[in-house]
């Protein structure tokens, strides 16, 4: 069983940055699609970027779009999302999901099978 394990969440001001990280022991992340999603309160869960197996195809929401870049480091078997500009809009619950099918990339959460438990990312002065 894939288990996620998600981090870096945290408190920040508008403007600021944060990077979260999403990694797993004991099964290479190598052959998943990654995918981050975050929920605020009220509202439904939305992809937010996703990584393809292979880090040839991303995809990044328009709200997100110049702010945030995901990475991967099979070395080190985790997968980044690295966020700038970080807005009040920007606050919720991040999830990092696995998608075993890995390519092509998806930001529909039905095909994610593996979801971590969240990380807070709260942005406010």
């Known amino acids: 069983q894939l288990q996620l394990v998600e981090s870096g969440g945290g408190l920040v001001q508008p403007g600021g940055s944060l990077t979260l990280s999403c990694t797993t022991s004991g099964f290479p992340l190598d052959d998943y699609g990654i995918g981050w999603f975050r929920q605020a309160p009220g509202k439904g869960r939305e992809g937010v970027s996703c990584?393809?197996?292979?880090?040839?195809?991303?995809y990044y929401a328009d709200a997100v779009k110049g702010r945030f870049t995901i990475s991967r480091d099979h070395a080190k078997n985790t997968v980044y999302l690295q966020m700038n500009s970080l807005k009040p809009e920007d606050t919720a619950v991040y999830y990092c999901?696995?998608?075993?099918?890995?390519?092509?990339?998806?930001?529909?959460?039905?095909?994610?099978?593996?979801w971590g438990q969240g990380t807070q990312v709260t942005v406010s002065s």
């Open positions: 999901a696995a998608d075993p099918t890995g390519w092509p990339v998806t930001s529909v959460a039905s095909e994610y099978t593996y």
């Open positions: 990584i393809s197996s292979s880090a040839g195809s991303t």
